[in-house]
């Protein structure tokens, strides 16, 4: 069955980069999702990859997969006080069912 | 931005009592979901809604789970006796397609 994993915390230094790392078990997996949950909100769709990509580029977000590994991570360049928040990793598989699954998130905590 | 609303933030309720789950998914979303996340676990998928009906559900959501669209607009939850392990958050997620998903900010339930 699928299965998604994070890390549970990250700190870093504003003005750093972050990376957020998530394994997955599933290899048919379709699509890959980062999400973000702000303190009181609901989860945000941040950025999304699909499996045949190996990276991709959304202003300060970069997304890379390793498909051999069964690896998704999420860099975040010159990490804000902002970004403080809980990233969650989400996939969904090939078969038909478009519901994904999440893993636990990650809180990320952005030091000043 | 549309935003799909949930109500109320938070509910206390005893062991056993009957709780209804409120959501207002974006207008022109046809696909209605409900996921929860017991505190420092995963999001778990509970139930998906599509055309009046559940299209599919996971092994959490049981005999004792029912969602319903009353008119238009909302779209609820209910759990006719609840447990002390149904707390959790939980979040209400709509979509055009049968991806994209928007979440709201979540319910918080408390079972005592």
């Known amino acids: 069955g699928e299965d998604v994993e994070q890390s549970l915390f990250l700190s870093v230094r504003e003005g750093d980069s972050s990376v957020i790392n998530c394994t997955y078990t599933d290899s048919s997996s379709t699509y890959l999702y980062w999400y973000k949950q702000e303190p009181g909100a609901g989860l945000q769709l941040l950025t999304y990859?699909?499996?045949?990509?190996d990276m991709k580029q959304d202003q300060r977000l970069t997304v890379l997969l390793n498909k051999k590994d069964k690896h998704l991570s999420l860099r975040i360049a010159d990490t804000q006080t902002g970004d403080s928040a809980i990233y969650f990793c989400?996939?969904?598989?090939?078969?038909?069912?478009?519901?994904?699954?999440f893993g636990r998130g990650t809180s990320l905590i952005v030091h000043p | 931005e549309p935003e799909v609303t949930q109500t109320p933030s938070h509910q206390v309720t005893q062991m056993g009592q009957e709780v209804i789950l409120r959501c207002v998914p974006i207008s022109n979303h046809l696909y209605f979901y409900w996921y929860r996340q017991i505190l420092g676990q995963k999001v778990e998928f509970l139930v998906s809604?599509?055309?009046?009906?559940?299209?599919?559900k996971s092994e959490i959501f049981d005999d004792q789970f029912s969602v319903e669209r009353p008119d238009g607009s909302n779209f609820t939850l209910k759990i006719r006796s609840t447990k002390l392990e149904d707390s959790a958050m939980y979040f209400c997620?709509?979509?055009?397609?049968?991806?994209?998903?928007?979440f709201g900010s979540g319910t918080r339930l408390t079972v005592v």
């Open positions: 990859i699909f499996s045949n990509m």
């Open positions: 989400a996939e969904t598989l090939s078969g038909g069912s478009y519901i994904p699954t």
């Open positions: 997620a709509s979509s055009e397609l049968r991806a994209g998903y928007t």
């Open positions: 809604f599509y055309n009046n009906e559940i299209s599919e």
